[in-house]
T-cell receptor, first 114, second 112 residues
Framework: EDQVTQSPEALRLQEGESSSLNCSYT??????LFWYRQDPGKGPEFLFT???AGEEKEKERLKATLTKKESFLHITAPKPEDSATYLC???????????????FGKGTHLIIQP | DAEITQSPRHKITETGRQVTLACHQT?????MFWYRQDLGHGLRLIHY???????NKGEVSDGYSVSRSNTEDLPLTLESAASSQTSVYFC???????????FGPGTRLTVL
């Protein structure tokens, strides 16, 4: 059974204070690891997909990295507008049983204080 | 601009009633999904479809059904609503090649 565990559950940072969010996963074969941002009352917004260990992707103050067991979302010099819940999800390699559907973690609720 | 929409955005119903939540996408994506999001559980897959007339059960499909009569729409039906189905429901779609699901704005359903 595919599993995704995110930590911490909640994180409060001061503006400009860099940190990292963790996503540990177990999956029979990984097609892709996804990061989404979710604001209150809205649907998840796609950020990144990572496909192989060692891969990195960046977008503004966010950088996602991937190893064979976990992914990190690094946030550099965050601003209050980066406050949101960040969701990690895995997509299995093999078809059948919802192969294109994602298994999600419970998310990390990030608050950036001015 | 292409998009994915859900309706209604909020719905209150009573136990035992049939409820249908609509999902419409204009990206011409083959793949469509329904998830529910509950505190403490994260997003869980209910049903999915890889094309017209194709439907499949996900992790938490009991009490739900879907039908796919065209590419754009995947309505989710709760045959007999239960209080345990109070949740926020998200529809998503993806193209067969890129396989990145994009989500709609959600429907908050309350079953009294």
């Amino acid at each position: 059974e595919d599993q995704v565990t995110q930590s911490p559950e909640a994180l409060r940072l001061q503006e400009g204070e860099s940190s990292s969010l963790n996503c540990s996963y177990t999956v029979s074969g990984l097609r892709g690891l996804f990061w989404y941002r979710q604001d209150p009352g809205k649907g998840p917004e796609f950020l990144f997909t990572l496909y192989s260990a060692g891969e990195e992707k960046e977008k503004e103050r966010l950088k996602a990295t991937l190893t064979k067991k976990e992914s990190f979302l690094h946030i550099t010099a965050p601003k209050p507008e980066d406050s949101a819940t960040y969701l990690c999800a895995v997509q299995p390699m093999y078809s059948g049983g919802g192969a294109d559907g994602l298994t999600f973690g419970k998310g990390t609720h990030l608050i950036i204080q001015p | 601009d292409a998009e994915i929409t859900q309706s209604p955005r909020h719905k209150i119903t009573e136990t035992g009633r049939q409820v249908t939540l609509a999902c419409h996408q204009t990206w011409n994506h083959n793949n469509m999904f329904w998830y529910r999001q509950d505190l403490g559980h994260g997003l869980r897959l209910i049903h999915y479809s890889y094309g017209v007339h194709d439907t499949n059960k996900g992790e938490v499909s009991d009490g739900y059904s879907v039908s796919r009569s065209n590419t754009e729409d995947l309505p989710l039906t709760l045959e007999s609503a239960a209080s345990s189905q109070t949740s926020v429901y998200f529809c998503a779609s993806s193209e067969s090649g890129q396989r990145i699901p994009f989500f709609g704005p959600g429907t908050r359903l309350t079953v009294l």
